[in-house]
């Protein structure tokens, strides 16, 4: 089917066309492996002067350590020189025409109803959706590719228009998407592989096709458990409906998680429940009491006036233990020696 003619189109195709020659010609050379080239020259340096001093053991040790070197340096160089090869050779499936990109484009237009452009922020963008998976409405996204970045690692972002993320984390908008970049997995060198050959139609079919697609494997967030909290306590995600709750510090947490005191029977988590150092019950810090002598933590059954039981018993002891000494150190009383008693008021007997 001919289509009309576009003047306003093609100068878009054509810039965008230039931006992929330039992508080509500008690919940055490997890097040389200055590190074992450097390591070399200093393994032969020292052999030289074991050499000249006559340490044959060193001599050995530094010959070796300079063959292993060398070896390395020259598989290096060998990859390097492949890859500048590579980069030199004459690919025809790279071979593009701008009339390409063109038909590219207007096929965008067909297919797209959101096939935009912005000349001056070197964009190229579609909107796919709503997207719905496995009954969670995630919206409609924004696929923008900037065409000034291509050859780069991540020359496209993909913008939720109405986000509907996890409920605390607002940077995943898609299952595969996080901070508006695309989980491709699969789908990476295909992508990657579209934008090289100025395939621009596949890249945006290829993209909507991921968004659509959910692969449980592979997300940030399952969508069974979009609309859930991520636990305090073991970090794992919870749906809504088997959140728990704690009464002390009013945070949500998963139902094993929860715990509950062995004195109010509140539901607590891990921040707010310890255990009793007498019996070892799992009480919430409110039930337990720090007992005054060994500033341990006791619930209320194993705690009394102050002290725990232990300490308690410790402390009887002790009184009775003084209370022993006192009357065992206490001078003798004999009546006997008491010539003298009162008998009864305003008088005095004397013994015989």
């Given amino acids: 089917m001919k289509h009309e003619f576009q003047p306003v189109l093609f100068r878009v195709a054509s810039k965008v066309f230039d931006a992929v020659q330039r992508s080509r010609t500008t690919a940055a050379p490997p890097e040389l492996p200055t590190y ?16 000249e001093r006559g340490w044959h053991f060193s001599v050995e040790e530094t010959r070796t350590d300079l063959i292993g070197t060398i070896t390395l340096l020259q598989r290096y160089v060998d990859e390097c020189a492949t890859k500048m090869r590579q980069l030199a050779e004459f690919d025809p499936e790279l071979t593009i025409k701008l009339r390409d990109v063109y038909d590219d484009f ?12 912005n000349i001056s922020e070197k964009t190229l963008s579609i909107v796919v959706g709503p997207i719905e998976l496995e009954d969670v409405l995630l919206g409609e996204f924004r696929v923008v590719l900037h065409w000034d970045q291509l050859g780069g690692s991540k020359p496209y972002e993909v913008l939720a228009l109405d986000p509907n993320s996890p409920n605390d984390q607002s940077d995943v908008t898609h299952p595969h998407v996080h901070a508006n970049q695309l989980c491709e997995g699969e789908g990476r060198a295909p992508i990657r592989r579209a934008l090289e050959q100025g395939r ?13 697609t959910y692969n449980e494997s592979s997300a940030y967030v399952t969508l069974s458990n979009w609309s859930g909290k991520v636990c305090p306590d073991c970090g794992d995600r919870t749906s809504d409906s088997d959140l728990s709750y704690c009464e002390r510090c009013e945070s949500d947490i998963c139902g094993d998680c929860a715990m509950s005191c062995s004195q109010c029977h509140s539901s607590v988590c891990s921040e707010c429940r ?27 059954e194993c705690y009394r006036d102050g002290y725990c039981e232990s300490c308690q018993k410790a402390r009887t002891e002790a ?3 003084e209370a022993a000494d006192a009357a065992v150190s206490a001078p003798p009383t004999d009546d006997a020696d008491a010539a003298v008693h009162a008998d009864r008021v305003g008088q005095v007997a004397v013994l015989a």
Avoid at 42 to 49: G, I, S
Avoid at 200 to 212: A, K, N, R
């Fill in 200 to 212: 621009f139609h596949d890249f945006f079919q290829l993209v909507t096709q991921i968004l659509e």
């Fill in 36 to 51: 074992y080239w450097e390591r070399a020259v200093f393994y032969r340096q020292r052999m030289l002067l074991a050499q």
């Fill in 106 to 117: 207007v096929a965008l237009q067909s297919d797209f109803d959101n096939f935009d452009w």
């Fill in 274 to 300: 310890g255990r009793c150092h007498g019996c070892e019950s799992c009480t919430c810090n409110g039930c337990l009491t720090e007992c005054a002598d060994c500033s341990q933590l006791f619930c209320e």
């Fill in 319 to 321: 009184e009775e233990a």
